[in-house]
């Protein structure tokens, strides 16, 4: 069972990801991407999927054209685990 | 400029689209899939994306694990056109 992070590692974890924001709830980190066009935007989605499944982590995700939402949160436990973290920080490297 | 389908037109069309869903206000038309797993999912997605790109005509989505979301709606004309059914058209030759 993989553990939901507690309030002092979450804010941990938020403190590295700047670009993530919490749910209002706190059950999960969203971030919204934008790129220059559609082959952009899923050849992105397509580096995400592949971590994903590496991981066998994956998001809840959604785009318009060359828009991408993605939503990280841990359905075992009901919220944010260190699997969200560690999948935020593998995307958050794909477009820095 | 890309033009919308008549009542008539709309009508026809949603008759060889039975697993389509139009929406209430009549300006997308929307499928659910399921599929045994994320990499089928996104499997499916890929095949998808290649055909959105080839005609220039691209789907608004989500996906959530083994479930994609597909709602198809031309926004230079702020409703369906032709490019709608054509796409859908595609999409359920993926899957049938």
Known sequence: MIALLSPEEREAALAKLPD???DPDGTGIR???KFPNFV???GF???VALRAERADHHPEWSNIYNRVEIRL???ECG???KR???LAKKIDL???
């Open 40 to 42: 952009k935007a899923f």
């Open 73 to 75: 949160s841990t359905h």
């Open 79 to 81: 919220g944010l685990s």
């Open 94 to 96: 794909l477009v820095s």
């Open 45 to 47: 989605m397509t580096q």
């Open 20 to 22: 993530w924001t919490l």
């Open 84 to 86: 969200d973290v560690a």
């Open 31 to 33: 971030r919204s991407f």
